[in-house]
């Protein structure tokens, strides 16, 4: 057996040396299949469309196309799919100058220059199709569609996507810690949806529901919702992909959003939900790397994803890069929120609001692991007054963290989860008792 176990971090990986007598269990993904010619993939899965008719037939009479891809913080593999994708409705017969990629940026910063390039993933895309990004406070881009029936959500979307004829969302797959899984209509909503939509799908009630969590699609408030603003909006298609762990493209299919996203969901639900037979008193985890660690931000999923096998009172230990700090200045406030008030005094807080504080729900997720545990992050990102409003343990060294945590509890298994929030263990008390 090896003596250290590499985890993501940043653009490459962090090799956490194994304490003596340490008892490790390496959790990730099962071997995937990969699709070897991504641009064969992307015309396959066109000529072959799910619950919908082909793209030669949708494409008919096109005035305007919206595609709405994801922004630099999910590693989607633009470049073959949005190449394939153009040329394919090139094809058919629809000119470049109707053709708007739209990224969805929700209420991130917007991607610009190089970054904007990188989220393309593909030169002759870059150079020869208009490209915006989402705003969601700029209210002269949204249009107001009214509120959906079962949550009275304010349909609020970007004007690109609700005056397109043909709108197609591009997304990835992967476990998502509120919305069950990412990828499909929510590629749309909060992708591009306005401030108000975004604040109102986050705030304590829909954030306080024990169903929007990883991996439940049932029953949950935030995929009702999407689903229910998808109807509003009209029809809609979809890419959905799914990626292994060396981020090679392991699936692939087009059609109808709501049910390609549902055979997305099938597909990756194999690999990525990983069953677990106890829990563990320390836990090594990561935020999955580039791009997902660039903020401590998004690193919170990466602390969410595996808390079903933290044993209670147990030591969470996550890496993460986060080199552009701590995230937003609206972020930056909700966690000194935190930090001041306290977990029930944050709470007590946020309850009563119809609309959440921008970025706030990543603080009050955080609050789900340290209401069962404890959380040491090691980050080199992270500097100064950044520190003490992560409302976790700061470290120097993981190892001497794993040393100190066997030490205190006298368990020697230690769980390590090399992809972090992109594989979910799963465990149940019930079904273990």
């Known amino acids: 057996m090896s003596d250290s176990v590499a985890i993501r971090y940043g653009k490459g990986e962090l090799h956490v040396r194994l304490p003596k007598g340490c008892e490790p269990t390496i959790i990730r993904k099962p071997a995937m299949p990969v699709l070897e010619d991504a641009k064969q993939a992307v015309f396959d899965a066109l000529a072959q469309p799910v619950a919908s008719p082909t793209l030669a037939q949708i494409a008919r009479d096109t005035k305007k196309v919206c595609l709405v891809i994801c ?14 994708l153009i040329e394919q409705l090139r094809d058919h017969g629809v000119s470049l100058d109707k053709i708007t990629i739209l990224i969805a940026t929700g209420l991130h910063r917007p991607n610009l220059g ?45 004007r690109h996507v609700v005056d397109a004829d043909l709108r197609i969302a591009i997304g990835l797959v992967e476990p998502h810690f509120m919305a069950g899984y990412s990828g499909g209509r929510k590629v749309i909503a909060p992708g591009v949806a306005g401030e108000e939509t975004i604040r109102t799908f986050h705030n304590y009630r829909f954030m306080a529901d024990p169903l929007a969590c990883n991996g439940n699609l049932l029953n949950n408030p935030l995929h009702r919702g999407q689903l229910e603003i998808l109807k509003m909006l009209g029809k809609t298609y979809a890419i959905n992909t799914v990626i292994d762990e060396s981020r090679r493209m392991s699936f692939l299919n087009f059609g109808d959003c709501e049910q390609s996203h549902l055979q997305s969901v099938a597909f990756v639900k194999q690999f990525a939900e990983v069953p677990m037979e106890g829990q563990f ?150 079904s273990a008792s």
């Open 281 to 430: 008193n320390t836990l090594v985890t990561s935020a999955a790397g580039y791009p997902l660690d660039k903020t401590y931000y998004q690193t919170v999923k990466g602390m969410v994803a595996p808390v079903q096998i933290l044993a209670e009172g147990g030591r969470m230990i996550i890496a993460s890069a986060c080199e552009e700090g701590i995230g937003s200045h609206e972020y930056r406030e909700s966690q000194a929120h935190l930090v001041s008030l306290g977990r029930q005094g944050f709470l007590d807080r946020i309850r009563p609001m119809p609309l959440a504080d921008i970025d706030g729900w990543q603080t009050h997720m955080l609050l789900r692991t340290l209401a069962v545990g404890n959380v040491s992050l090691y980050s080199e990102g992270l500097r100064g007054a950044d520190r003490e409003l992560t409302g976790v343990q700061m470290i120097e060294s993981i190892e001497d963290a794993i040393e100190a945590s066997i030490a205190q509890t006298g368990d020697k298994r230690v769980a390590f989860i090399p992809e972090g929030p992109y594989v979910i263990p799963t465990f149940s008390k019930l």
């Open 71 to 84: 922004d630099v913080t999910r590693p989607v593999p633009n470049g073959p799919i949005l190449r394939g």
């Open 114 to 158: 190089r970054e904007m390039r990188e989220v393309i993933g593909d030169d002759w895309v870059f150079d020869n199709i208009r490209i915006e990004n989402h705003f969601a406070r700029d209210t002269a881009w949204m249009v107001n569609l009214g509120r959906t029936p079962t949550d009275n959500i304010p349909v609020i979307l970007n």
